[in-house]
């Protein structure tokens, strides 16, 4: 395949295809207003994205309630009060011809209770002085994914993507290091994985026909095993619960040291696998075209961009002009964003990232 194969459009199961095979990452940015609104400048950032000839837009982490917050200034989805907000957001993606998804998410045990945040953790053993969720206290939580997936879908956008990666709620659950339970949440692989699939299928069930699911899934960190995780994706595709599968590496060539998958790609165990009408991508430094149109050859249906989306916010036009694209390097200089169009509240967040603003 070359770099004009990510140019041919992608059919899902649900839903419009996608015109092309770029994805835009979920990126935080914390330029919400302080009770989760989409601020101006969340408006402005997505507008400039929605020019950039992604064929779907996901945006940042958003709260699925008010205690699974992780970010000051994040972008909520638990109040009918944030329609109005993500509306013009998915107004602006379709206006520019891409599909869009809002990124459901709930912290767990990371909610930081100085921002209104209540930690919730699965294990009664990884907070000080906080007890696992009680098993109502996890269906409510799975309730509120799929109350924020009909926000979204009133609000306008194609679909969710679900927040199963680092470590927070869907993730944490799925960790036998993290997740001790001895209810119907824990115990088992299947029983670690019962609240992600309880939150896709509830959502499934609660929004249309036409409803995209997207589920983000990474592999390292707390506790997690890749054996395990590959188990449960597998059946995952296999009963083809969701539209896409989206794998957060940091490095989509990054090769496993350890365990029954040493050597091989962590991105190869998971495309290795049988995924009937799923589309499978991946994200982690895709940082010129022609690393992008290597990843089709690699099993990926679609790339993930990330940072080089955050570069340029036209990373795909680029690729398109240019197929031997390469995106700026890191770290930048914060007169670098600012010119580029990128808020000083991103750009503040940004100077928390190690290797991204000089
Ligand atoms: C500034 C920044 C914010 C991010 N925010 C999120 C987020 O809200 N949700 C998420 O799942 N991943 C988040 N990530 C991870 C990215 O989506 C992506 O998986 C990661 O950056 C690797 O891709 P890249 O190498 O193209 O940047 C963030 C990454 C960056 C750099």
Redo the contacts with the bound molecule.
Sequence with gaps: MSVSDLFKPLTLSHGPEMRNRFML?????QQSDDDGSASVFDQDWMRQLSQGDYALVQT??ATVEPGGIAFKRQLGIHSDDHLHGLTEMATSIREGGGLSAV?L?HAGHRARPELGGIPAPASGSTVPGVNALTTHQVERIRDSFITAARRAEQAGFDGVSV?G??GWILSEFMSPLLNDRTDKYGGSTENRARLTVEVIEGIRRACGPEFQIGW?LSVERYGLRLEELRDITAEILDRELIDYLDL????TAQVVHEGAFQGQTMLSVFTNLPRKSVRVGA?????SAQRAGRLLDEGCDFV???????LRRDFPRQVQQDAFYESPALPVTAQYLRSGGVSERFIN??QG?QT?VY
């Design positions: 990452a979920p990126l935080t940015n940042c982490a990124q998410h927040h990666a680092f983000r957060a590496l940091w490095d994200a982690g430094k895709i940082m993930v961009i990330g940072r080089a989306g955050i967040y940004l990232w991204f």
